[in-house]
């Protein structure tokens, strides 16, 4: 989905996500190299209608129906609790630090290839891929 818009990145990935159905943790990068807007994790939290945490920087815990994380802030850190299903959307190195929590972690786990199509197969209607600036 390279040069879409959030919009259209986050409709498609939500669509895509409800696809899969069994889902308690979605876990994406903080921004994209070609937009660096930020908007996709949140876009995607939106349309499923569940909770999302920013710049996680650590996985703490993860129970059965929560996820406790690190959260990078202004001047520092917080540590959040949220109930699962959730998105997180993680900082560039996250995966440097200590993972085996979220490693240990043995919820529903599914993939999803995505390929040309994909709005059909997921109920989306016909939608422009690629944004236009005029």
Not at 8 to 28: C, E, N, P, Q
Not at 49 to 78: A, C, F, H, M, N
Not at 81 to 95: D, T, W
């Amino acid at each position: 989905m390279g040069g879409s818009d959030a919009f259209v990145t986050s409709k498609a990935l939500a669509a895509a996500i409800r696809k899969i159905g069994d889902y308690s943790l979605v876990i994406t990068g903080e921004e994209s190299e070609d937009g660096s807007t930020g908007q996709v994790p949140p876009g995607i939290a939106e349309w499923l209608g569940i909770p999302i945490v920013t710049y996680v920087s650590q996985v703490v815990d993860v129970t059965e129906d929560s996820i406790i994380v690190k959260r990078t802030i202004k001047g520092g850190y917080e540590i959040v609790k949220v109930r699962m299903p959730a998105v997180i959307s993680v900082e560039l190195g996250v995966n440097t630090r200590d993972s085996q929590t979220l490693r240990d972690y043995s919820g529903p786990r599914a993939s999803l290839r995505l390929r040309y199509g994909a709005s059909r197969t997921l109920g989306l209607p016909r939608m422009r891929w690629a944004s236009r600036v005029h």
